[in-house]
T-cell receptor, first 114, second 110 residues
């Protein structure tokens, strides 16, 4: 099993450009998440999905959109990139969260917006 | 005030030392607690869950104090391979929120 994979691993964008980050998991997990991690701050939830075809906003959703057309894939889109979106983006997945929730993370995507 | 706060570190300890990290959380409705480990430029990985009665996994011991709203992680007999950032994670069902602390960095030196 590959677990959680992310594409691309690194990307440089110019302000105003758009891009899509792809996350895929092969663990048949219902829940998937997109986080961003910035220096000195914990991971912050951007959007999440509780199942195929459903998405919801997290803590910092502005400037991002997501889609979950297939259970195993969760896409994060930046329509018009801004320097403030320079960050490391992690995708994660988990079983339906209950009392004990373990999240499995992908290797991350490093995004630099100039 | 952050919902989850951790010792900022870094902690620099020699091999074989015992080191403890603390984490406080502000939401009394928090239900589940975890410690994750994150190596440099890698993804976070679950180290251990934290149970109300406290739990141990080899050299690692986690404690939860609900009354004071803090969690601790104790690492005994530190190894060079323990060098990493340790993330305190709190989950509460209201509003579906998993809150990550900013992490405490640990350096174990020979």
């Amino acid at each position: 099993n590959a677990g959680v994979t992310q594409t691309p691993k690194f990307r440089v964008l110019k302000t105003g450009q758009s891009m899509t980050l792809l996350c895929a998991q092969d663990m048949n997990h219902e829940y998937m998440y997109w986080y961003r991690q910035d220096p000195g701050m914990g991971l912050r939830l951007i959007h999440y999905s509780v199942g195929e075809g459903t998405t919801a906003k997290g803590e910092v959703p502005d400037g991002y959109n997501v889609s979950r057309l297939k259970k195993q894939n969760f896409l994060l889109g930046l329509e018009s990139a801004a320097p403030s979106q320079t960050s490391v983006y992690f995708c994660a997945s988990s079983k339906i969260p209950g009392f004990q929730e373990t999240q499995y993370f992908g290797p991350g995507t490093r995004l630099l917006v100039l | 005030r952050k919902e989850v706060e951790q010792d900022p570190g870094p902690f620099n300890v020699p091999e074989g030392a015992t080191v403890a990290f603390n984490c406080t959380y502000s939401n009394s409705a928090s239900q589940s607690f975890f410690w994750y480990r994150q190596d440099c430029r890698k993804e976070p990985k679950l180290l251990m869950s934290v149970y109300s009665s406290g739990n141990e996994d080899g050299r690692f011991t986690a404690q939860l104090n609900r009354a004071s709203q803090y969690i601790s992680l104790l690492i005994r007999d530190s190894k060079l391979s323990d060098s990493a950032t340790y993330l305190c994670v709190v989950y509460h069902t209201g509003g579906f929120k998993t809150i990550f602390g900013a992490g405490t960095r640990l350096f174990v030196k020979a």
